[in-house]
């Protein structure tokens, strides 16, 4: 999903999910082994369920309250040319070219595996070592990709996990998936962050590769779930920051009974050079982010309309 700064303040590489990570393999490793007749079937099914996920990140402070710990599902349907997580779109593990350095070779590597089979409980061993900060900064872990709905059992069963353990739980969607699935999975989390980006839908054909109908529905059933919500939206030159659309999700957004915060994302380049390391096309090299006027601008059309704004996540 599309985050104001790739990660927090701190990177743990030892969850990244890259050739260099061993601690989430998949299969029972220690912990189901650990627990293994301590639990009921239920809960051991839940924590063997498997997926792919290309990363994970420890101290995160933009992907929702709190200091948080970030999962990230590997796999989105959509094709947004803004989007800094290239490696999240193809849902199988791939391979990224080493990195190309400026001057020298010290920051250039070898070739990694993007992408990782791991245990809902493998992970769950990893966010659990966090919670003293969870319970300090009113934080918890959030599940983001690519498109985590693209993987909805993996989710689910990491949804249900995190309420076992007591976790505050956040999920980062696009609203992307099928009815039935949206609401099951947003039913379990505590918070979600909502990726709206352009109302009109056939630009969002045009620059996402979908319509947004389903995702217009699913917004609005969030409204009615009463969900804690959050919309994120990027804000992308020329793109999404046109004065038709903002105005178009600022009527949208008042016209909401109980979701009321919007998060303005601009848009940045730092995961341009994934791209290259992929393979793939990027539309966006040339593109600036957008200035703090049009930022500001946005910020208080929104507000005019009784929604509450920050920037960043």
Known sequence: MF???PGGPVEDSLASCRSDGHNLRSGEGPILTRVRGLVDAEEFARLAAEGTIFDIKRYAIHDGPGIRTTVFLKGCPLRCPWCHNPEGRNPDVETMTPRVSQGD????????SVGRRVTVGAVMEEI??????FDQSGGGATFSGGEPLAQPEFLSAFLRACKQSGIHSALDTSGFAPHEVFVAAVGAADLVLFDL???NDAQHLRYTGASNGSILANLHTLDEMRKKTIIRFPVVPQIT?????VAEMAGLVSSLETIRDVALLPYHRMGSGKY????LR???EEVASPTTQRIGEIRRLFESRGIRVSIGG
């Open 3 to 5: 985050a104001p700064f």
């Open 105 to 112: 070779d010290s920051g250039a590597g070898g070739a990694e």
């Open 128 to 133: 659990e070592k966090d919670i003293l900060f």
């Open 197 to 199: 980006k352009i109302m």
């Open 241 to 245: 920051d046109t004065e038709d659309n």
């Open 276 to 279: 290259k390391r992929l393979n």
């Open 282 to 284: 990027n539309d966006m």
